[in-house]
């Protein structure tokens, strides 16, 4: 991004030096090469700037997101479920409404919030699954820190 300014800044120079060359010609052939190259100079340094204002968008744009995500993560702590398998749980004093829930630990990490869908298979365990990156976290419902109960588990909530 420096370096693009820079550039730009010694385009304007070069502009500038061409302009007042313009002021002592007296061949129109030279003086009208000049006027296209000082043209030339002109549309380049204005491409150039739109370039630049259209990065700054874009990183202004991702700072947000980051900013975004930053407070997003607050809310979460990370707690096993399982003898070694943990999950993002949504703190008991950030629900502000919300049920409680899971997020996926690799999306988590990509800086994304994607809620773990609690399922049970016919033998009666517990997997919650990301619907974005379709990780399965096996979860043991005697765990300490599992934060569901079996009554919600069967009707389907959280």
């Given at each position: 991004m420096v370096s693009e300014v820079i550039v730009g800044l010694g385009a304007f120079k070069t502009m500038l030096d061409i302009a007042k060359s313009l002021k002592n010609m007296n061949d129109t052939v030279t003086r009208n090469a000049a006027v296209a190259d000082l043209w030339e100079q002109i549309i380049s340094a204005q491409a150039r700037y739109a370039a630049a204002i259209e990065q700054v968008g874009a990183l202004e744009k991702e700072v947000a997101h980051f900013e975004t995500w930053e407070a997003?993560?607050?809310?979460?702590?990370?707690?096993?479920?399982?003898?070694?398998?943990?999950?993002?749980?949504?703190?008991?004093?950030?629900?502000?409404?919300?049920?409680?829930?899971?997020i996926c630990t690799q999306c988590y990490e990509e800086r994304r919030k994607s809620i773990l869908q609690i399922t049970r298979n016919i033998y009666g365990?517990?997997?919650?699954?990301?619907?974005?990156?379709?990780?399965?976290?096996?979860?043991?419902?005697?765990?300490?820190?599992?934060?569901?109960?079996?009554?919600?588990?069967?009707?389907?909530?959280?």
């Open positions: 997003e993560k607050q809310l979460y702590d990370l707690v096993e479920i399982a003898t070694g398998v943990f999950t993002f749980l949504l703190k008991p004093s950030m629900q502000a409404g919300q049920p409680a829930h899971c365990a517990v997997t919650l699954t990301c619907s974005r990156c379709k990780s399965h976290i096996y979860a043991q419902e005697d765990h300490p820190n599992y934060p569901f109960k079996r009554e919600h588990a069967r009707k389907g909530t959280i």
